[in-house]
């Protein structure tokens, strides 16, 4: 494992308010770059009332302003809900701003419900674009776009690197045929993350972009100075997932002891889609993310963790990038 990372998705809490998440988010940013998280990724999604990172562009803009020198991006970026151009105009802005610092991660995913993303697009192709739209961006962030007819102002020559997200196989082959950086999100869908990455790793092509296949796997990290503790802060994030399964989304739980209100059968679902985490105390998430780390051998780790009290969360991160330091450092012992 070469670096670790962190994807916040600023969350809402129970009690609180979307400027609330997003101090909080700034916050972290500025921990985690002092922790010595190498990235710093915000994923779009729209019309969830316990998630306040939408604006995607706009938060990664604020958070590379109140850090120095950790990269920041989209874990991702909802390609079908917009046009390649306008994106390409907004990380080609970013990157003028905080130059070799910006990341972007696209999805072929929505990010939201059919009525939102209705709303998003105005209209709704049933042609799937989403290759074409990759590669009309790569062009855009190109030397060569200075002498495009339409361009990128800014955006031309910028480089921005583009990392092709995905969740099943369509992904990454798609990172591989491209020759692109490949991150699986494997924190709430993990089945598919062993055959995905074996199919990136056999059938990379080396490109301009990248030589060999650089994959990122995402892992649920909930640390505390007890595995008792770190049980009852995850509740939230179980909790958050279940209410969205069953078409009742909301802000961020308060963590409790009390899950009943989860049915048997979907606690099941639930628990299996959040099966790729580290949860407890030190030793535990070591023993945990050691176990992910040799398993899968991703070139990178990106954590996440949605914990309802700010000060808990990033006490969190704090101790799996200790522990995650420890794995960099001496990978032999991972």
Request: proline share 7%; charged share 20%; aromatic share 8%.
């Amino acid at each position: 494992m070469q670096q670790f990372s962190l994807l916040d998705l600023s969350p809402v809490p129970e009690g609180k308010t979307a400027a609330d998440a997003l101090a909080g988010t700034a916050d972290l940013a500025r921990m985690a770059e002092d922790a010595g998280y190498h990235r710093f990724w915000l994923a779009e999604h729209h019309n969830m009332p316990g998630i306040a990172s939408a604006a995607t562009s706009v938060l990664i803009g604020h958070v590379a302003s109140v850090t120095k020198t950790m990269r920041v991006g989209a874990g991702g970026i909802m390609l079908p809900n917009h046009a390649p151009l306008v994106i390409a105009e907004q990380f080609g802005t970013l990157a003028t701003l905080y130059p070799d610092r910006i990341d972007l991660g696209l999805g072929r995913a929505p990010g939201t419900d059919g009525g939102t993303a209705r709303a998003l697009r105005r209209n709704m192709s049933p042609e799937d674009t989403f290759p074409a739209d990759v590669q009309e961006l790569l062009a855009y962030f190109s030397d060569e776009a200075e002498n495009f007819r339409v361009r990128a102002i800014p955006g031309a020559g910028t480089h921005v690197p583009i990392w092709i997200l995905g969740s099943s196989l369509y992904g990454a082959q798609l990172a591989a045929y491209l020759g692109l950086p490949y991150a699986f999100a494997s924190h709430f869908a993990p089945d598919m993350l062993g055959d995905a990455l074996d199919i990136y790793r056999r059938s990379f092509r080396p490109s301009a972009y990248l030589d060999k296949p650089y994959a990122m796997m995402a892992a649920g990290v909930f640390a505390a100075d007890t595995d008792e503790e770190a049980q009852y802060l995850r509740s939230s994030q179980v909790l958050a997932f279940a209410r969205l399964r069953s078409g009742k989304p909301g802000k961020l739980p308060h963590p409790t002891d009390d899950l009943s209100e989860v049915p048997p059968q979907m606690m099941v679902q639930v628990q299996r889609a959040l099966s790729c985490s580290a949860t407890g105390s030190k030793d535990k998430v070591r023993d945990d993310l050691a176990r992910l780390i040799a398993q899968y051998e991703p070139d990178e780790l990106m954590v996440t963790g949605m914990i309802h009290d700010a000060d808990a969360r990033q006490k969190s991160f704090k101790i799996a990038a200790e522990v995650l330091s420890e794995f960099r450092e001496q990978p032999a012992a991972a």
